[in-house]
């Protein structure tokens, strides 16, 4: 596939993996429209391409279907994240708010077929694997495409959401209405990443010297934190390799725990709190890592920026563009909302 001149919309593109995306594509010569209502993206995210005129964005709320239709006018490929969505703290507690996907969703199918958009790639996430099959965090379990399956049993009501739009656009992709692909995104972290996820959260209260520092849970909790420019570069690769609307993982195999991961940041940041770990507070499944061998079949990618990597990167990001006492006075809010404290 050829993106020199492409015509591409990316939904969610002012936010943090979309406003990474929309660099990508810039670079590779594709004509990038953004379409974003601005709940969690901001002109910020995409200063560079905003003052080179290289992308035009339009602020516009995707719920609407005359305003789908304006983005999508002329457009051949879609890269559709946009989303009500955050961190954990969000999507346990604004179930209704990650409901709505439910329509944007479809909406963003359906407007794609009937205006003869080439392909569509959706942004899905970890969040639709079964609950039961992420409980215990000593078992070395890796999530594999298949898991998948009937009787279904998704995160929370953003699980279902994500999980009903993986199988509305199979169906497309099925009846040849459509091509197109969907992304099982596994806990993107980087710059421009809110304090509403976990690895934000926890560099945030290193920032601010937070003393008690405070983990969520018991700390246990297994992840694989995936580079946001790694996340990219599967999803471009999707658009290029699979017409079939399938399902495809984008993490790494890490196994690390929360308390590994503040232990990392507290280490690079000089900083010795103590802990203070609190079991009431949201935390997801404890057991959360995919196997990314499919991808790596049917895209050629695999993730290159390891975790310790990663995270020093958005450290130093962190620090350099944040002011400590704006993020003191704001983080209990960041923590489960969709907005910044500011940069």
């Not at 209405?177 to 710059?191: E, Q």
């Not at 999707?238 to 308390?259: F, K, L, P, S, Y």
């Amino acid at each position: 596939m050829k993106w020199d001149g492409c015509r591409v919309l990316i939904t969610g593109g002012a936010s943090f993996i979309g406003s990474h995306l929309t660099e990508a594509l810039i670079v590779r010569g594709a004509r990038v429209r953004v379409a974003d209502n601005m709940s969690s993206g901001t002109r910020d995210n995409l200063e560079q391409p905003l003052r080179n005129r290289t992308v035009d964005l339009l602020e516009v709320n995707l719920l609407d279907s005359r305003s789908v239709e304006e983005a999508m006018k002329d457009i051949e490929v879609v890269f559709h994240l946009a989303a009500d969505h955050g961190g954990r703290g969000y999507i346990d507690l604004h179930q209704v708010n990650c409901s709505t996907n439910l329509v944007l969703d479809g909406q963003v199918f359906k407007t794609a077929a009937t205006l003869g958009v080439e392909r569509v790639v959706f942004a899905s996430s970890g969040c639709v694997y079964p609950n039961h099959l992420q409980t215990d965090p000593d078992q070395a379990v890796y999530l594999t495409e298949d898991m998948v399956r009937p009787p279904y049993d998704a995160d929370n009501l953003y699980g279902w959401a994500k999980l009903m739009g993986e199988l509305v656009l199979r169906a497309y992709c099925q009846e040849g209405r459509l091509k197109g692909a969907s992304l099982r995104y596994f806990t993107a972290y980087g710059p421009r990443c809110p304090e509403s996820h976990a690895v934000t959260a926890m560099i945030a209260r290193a920032f601010v010297n937070q003393n008690p520092f405070v983990v969520w849970g018991t700390g246990q909790q297994v992840r694989n934190w995936t580079y946001v420019s790694d996340v990219v570069e599967a999803t471009i690769a999707a658009a290029e390799r699979i017409d079939d609307g399938r399902a495809v993982n984008v993490g790494t195999t890490e196994r690390i725990t929360v308390v590994e991961a503040v232990q990392q940041i507290l280490e690079y940041t000089r900083k010795d709190p103590t802990l203070e770990f609190d079991p009431t507070k949201p935390t997801g499944p404890y057991n959360r890592v995919c196997d990314n061998s499919l991808a790596s079949e049917l895209l050629g990618w695999r993730p290159l920026v390891p975790f310790a990597q990663g995270l020093k990167r958005t450290i130093d990001w962190y620090f350099k563009t944040h002011d400590a006492g704006q993020v003191a006075g704001l983080l209990p809010h960041a923590l489960t909302e969709r907005t910044h404290a500011p940069g």
